[in-house]
């Protein structure tokens, strides 16, 4: 069983500049969610993912955007990058109901390190 | 909405020794709730869940953590730490249909003292 897969691994860009990062649900899973984790703090939520349509956004401003695939991958994108940006961004999936997991347990990648200069 | 607090930022124990993390959540709807840990450079792992079974909840590397609606608390404790244990551990919460809004504390750094 293939786990969550995220790349790349580390990247570096500067301010005003767009990233897109990549993630491969778990086998089996339908539902992908994106948590941003700055240095030294727990991860936020970011938004969800359930058969290729958001179905969940936290405190992000537009300019952090998502996309589903048929095939449950993900991606993040986010555009005019700010140097607040810098973090490590977390993907996570599980298999959902109509896109409702309260209780079913997140599969975490080992995460994107994005550093805006 | 929900919130976690996590008391202390840093938790320092001898080999052999409780560990005891601290958390406490705040939810407008019956939560559920989780422990994490994350080692270096890695993402999160799940120790355990608590998700309105047994307040009792057993976890993986002998970590258990018990929910007490009364002082809406979740705290995690182990036995006896072991040098592998040393990590960041974080308490979330979620409740309420729809999304897995995960909501995480600030996280506990852990280190076991030889």
């Known amino acids: 069983e293939t786990g969550v897969t995220q790349s790349p691994t580390h990247l570096i860009k500067t301010r005003g500049q767009q990233v897109t990062l990549r993630c491969s649900s778990q086998s089996g899973h339908n539902t992908v969610s994106w948590y941003q984790q700055a240095l030294g703090q727990g991860p936020q939520f970011i938004f969800q993912y359930y058969r290729e349509e958001e179905n969940g956004r936290g405190n992000f401003p537009p300019r952090f955007s998502g996309l589903q695939f048929p095939n449950y991958s993900s991606e993040l994108n986010v555009n005019a990058l700010e140097l607040d940006d810098s973090a490590l961004y977390l993907c996570?999936?599980?298999?959902?109901?109509?896109?409702?997991?309260?209780?079913?347990?997140?599969?975490f990648g080992e995460g994107s390190r994005l550093t805006v200069l | 909405a929900q919130s976690v607090t996590q008391l202390g930022s840093h938790v320092s124990v001898s080999e052999g020794a409780l560990v005891l993390l601290r958390c406490n959540y705040s939810?407008?709807?019956?939560?559920?709730l989780f422990w994490y840990v994350q080692y270096p450079n890695q993402g999160l792992q799940l120790l355990l869940k608590?998700?309105?079974?047994?307040?009792l909840v057993k976890g993986i590397n002998g970590f258990e953590a018990e929910f007490k609606k009364s002082e809406t608390s979740f705290h995690l404790t182990k036995p006896s730490a072991h040098m592998s244990d040393a990590a960041e551990y974080f308490c979330?919460?979620?409740?309420?249909?729809?999304?897995?809004?995960?909501?995480f504390g600030q996280g506990t750094r852990l280190t076991i003292n030889p």
């Open positions: 608590y998700t309105s079974a047994a307040t």
């Open positions: 996570a999936s599980t298999r959902g109901a109509s896109g409702n997991t309260n209780t079913g347990e997140l599969f």
């Open positions: 979330a919460v979620t409740g309420g249909g729809g999304a897995q809004k995960l909501v």
């Open positions: 939810s407008s709807v019956p939560p559920y």
